[in-house]
């Protein structure tokens, strides 16, 4: 984004605040000792980056994170429990790689919210907010988008490999700070992003007097409208401007540089046909991004809504998503890079602690399972309990509100603060959220 556009959409946003702030009784020298105080809290935020990788369709916490080895049969599952490298603590046997690094992390299994149906419970874990008729809250992404800015040359906000949710969107902020999608499966042999280089035909010469052409009509239409769009149309095709013109933020999007060695670690077969998506390659290309400046991946893996044949459907799926979560963990850790990234695992809810007639699980959001490591969370913690079904929380309830605000808070970003919704509203980027400090490092 250039830095002209930057300034004049700050200032614009900085005058509705202080505006609304001023009604309210705040002074203009208070407002201003709030706001360094909140550009403090991003210059000492232990989180720089965001890999949020999303296992839709409701991850069974107690087939993988929280196994139940004394509940009857039909409640515990066909896996047996492993030993993980913190003492006294288990996963399931199809988590073996998983539980070689789980001194690395922090694993929550009390996390709950009362929404059983899928979008619900999506809205509700990727804003903070439960879903509301009259307005679409915007995504963690989003609000990282809006408060930090755009780094480097980079997007600010990627979707690996599409928006897996429309709630992974930006609701009612400017689509400014919606996500770039990559459009395609990194893991496949002929993988290219769209739109990352030049037309055919199209050479640097050509593009800059399409661009020149480009900036007199919109400053027609600028001299006849203040619309808010064209400020957001003109710092869209900067960005764009910027991501053409950057070979480094051009080979983030790309694992051609990567080695074998590396690849394994991720579960990829270097060489060979992909039969089906992989894990390693989209957690890998994830890795690429933050290293190059993204400051929040979103990787959509999986389909894991089993309400028939549970086991057959998570069989092909845990053990590639067991390996490739492992890989980027030890990854970002041997690189120095795990302590400024945090890595979450989340799912809209889990699944029923009871297997169903079909042999499946249903929906159960009153108690699962979430991961999160690096990025100023403990190492080798678990937080929480549920009870010996997997059915309740029995210690620590985790609430959408406060895991939200924990992860704003490892970014440095207030959740206390408002945005400005449709109508100039002040809107609280969390409602009601507080810090869970024991899951702080």
């Known amino acids: ?165 429309q709630y992974l969107g930006s609701g009612y902020l400017s689509n400014s700070c919606g996500p770039f999608s990559l459009g ?63 070979s480094q933020a051009r080979d983030a999007f790309s694992l051609k540089g990567e080695s074998d060695t590396t690849k394994e670690l991720y579960g990829m077969k270097p060489h060979g046909p992909v039969l089906r998506p992989s894990a390693g390659a989209r957690f890998l290309i994830a890795r690429r991004l933050v290293e190059a400046g993204a400051r929040f991946v979103t990787v959509t893996y999986g389909a894991w809504d089993t309400h028939a044949f549970h086991y057959r459907s998570i069989e092909p799926q845990m053990p590639d998503f067991d390996r490739a979560f492992a890989g980027l963990i030890s990854d970002l850790d041997q690189r120095g890079l795990l302590d400024s990234t945090l890595v979450m695992v989340t799912s809209e809810f889990g699944r029923t602690p009871k297997i169903n007639a079909g042999g499946g699980r249903d929906h159960w959001p009153r108690v699962f399972s979430i991961v999160m490591a690096g990025g100023g969370v403990r190492r080798g913690y678990i937080h929480g309990a549920s009870d010996g079904l997997a059915a309740e929380p029995a210690e620590a309830p985790l609430s959408v509100e406060d895991y939200v605000t924990t992860v704003y808070h490892l970014l440095g970003i207030d959740a206390r603060q408002s945005l400005m919704s449709p109508g100039d509203r002040p809107q609280p980027i969390v409602q009601n959220g507080h810090v869970a400090t024991e899951l702080l490092a």
């Open 1 to 165: 984004m250039s830095s002209s556009i930057s300034d004049l959409s700050w200032k614009r946003r900085e005058f509705m605040r202080v505006g609304w702030l001023g009604g309210v009784g705040l002074s203009l020298g208070q407002y201003f000792n709030l706001k360094a105080q909140a550009d403090q809290n991003q210059t000492s935020a232990k989180a720089k980056s965001v890999i949020h990788i999303y296992l839709q369709g409701g991850f069974a916490h107690m087939d993988s994170f929280d196994p139940k080895p004394d509940a009857p049969a039909e409640y515990r599952g066909i896996l047996s429990p492993i030993s993980t490298t913190i003492p006294g603590v288990y996963f399931s046997s199809h988590m073996p790689y998983s539980a070689k690094v789980a001194d690395k992390m922090t694993v929550v299994r009390s996390m709950t919210h009362t929404e059983v149906d899928h979008s619900r419970g999506e809205h509700s874990m990727f804003t903070g907010y439960r879903p509301s008729p009259a307005l679409v809250y915007p995504s963690m992404g989003s609000v990282v988008t809006d408060q930090l800015g755009v780094r480097k040359a980079m997007p600010s906000y990627v979707c690996v490999p599409n928006q897996g949710s």
């Open 184 to 246: 395609t499966d990194p893991a496949r042999s002929n993988f290219t992003v769209r739109d990352l280089s030049l037309a055919k035909g199209v050479d640097d010469s050509r593009f800059q007097r399409r661009k020149d052409l480009k900036n007199l009509v919109d400053d027609h239409f600028r001299s006849q409208t203040q619309d808010d769009a064209v400020g957001t149309m003109d710092s869209l095709y900067q960005r764009a401007y910027d991501l053409l013109s950057s």
